[in-house]
């Protein structure tokens, strides 16, 4: 099953997740200290991470480490900078009206 990237990292739980395995592979344990919550439900938001392909687990002996994914980021951070730049378009041409509508009331 395909999960939306958008909805994975809708989870607050996901995004510190992401956040702590940005600065070094960590095993579930390891990651399950930060949280006060159950392994198994750190396992099941890592399961979620795993398939958008937003996390990577690698095998070492008899541990599982998960490392971020950096391209999937990287096509997220792609779309977003295309979204401010729409927004950004707007909130100009809004500045640019107000600025109109200011002059014009001031004469």
Known sequence: MRRDV???IADPTRRAILLLVASQAMTPNALAEHFDSTRQAVSKH?????????LRATQQGREIY???EAKKLKEID?????VKSIWESRFNQLDDVLKTLK???KK
């Open 78 to 82: 792609q779309y977003l900078e295309k």
């Open 66 to 68: 998960y490392e971020i």
């Open 103 to 105: 002059t014009t009331n």
């Open 6 to 8: 958008f909805q994975a």
């Open 46 to 54: 890592l399961k979620i991470l795993t398939e958008c392909e937003l």
